[in-house]
């Protein structure tokens, strides 16, 4: 089983920073990918960022304030965010899907969520 426990939320004033961690236990494959998206009250969970190996891939509403990198020694995820925004207010969450053979399909696991609040 896999469990992924995320840390790093709270409220911030807007242009300020945070940075998320989310950390992965249990039975991790070497082919994953790691990412963060976020879900805004009445609104669909949406994609924010990936990393798989040395590649990431953010959304475009992210680009440029948002940094995702990995340790993989300690198999944790995180998301530094500058200048952010009213709008980036969410529960943020950490998700990772992973295959045990190139052959095999992937399973996803999230993590419980983090709630981030921009406001003055």
């Known amino acids: 089983q896999v469990q992924l426990v995320e840390s790093g939320g709270g409220l911030v004033q807007p242009g300020g920073s945070l940075r998320l961690s989310c950390a992965a236990s249990g039975t991790i494959f070497s082919i994953n990918v790691m990412g963060w998206y976020r879900q805004a009250p009445g609104k669909e969970r949406e994609l924010v960022a990936t990393?798989?190996?040395?590649?990431?891939n953010y959304a475009d509403f992210v680009k440029g304030r948002f940094t995702i990198s990995r340790d993989n020694a300690k198999n944790t995820v995180y998301l530094q965010m500058n200048s952010l925004k009213p709008e980036d207010t969410a529960v943020y969450y950490c998700?990772?899907?992973?295959?045990?053979?190139?052959?095999?399909?992937?399973?996803?696991?999230w993590g419980q969520g983090t709630q981030v609040t921009v406001s003055s």
């Open positions: 990393i798989t190996g040395g590649t990431t």
């Open positions: 998700k990772l899907d992973q295959r045990s053979t190139l052959l095999a399909a992937f399973r996803g696991y």
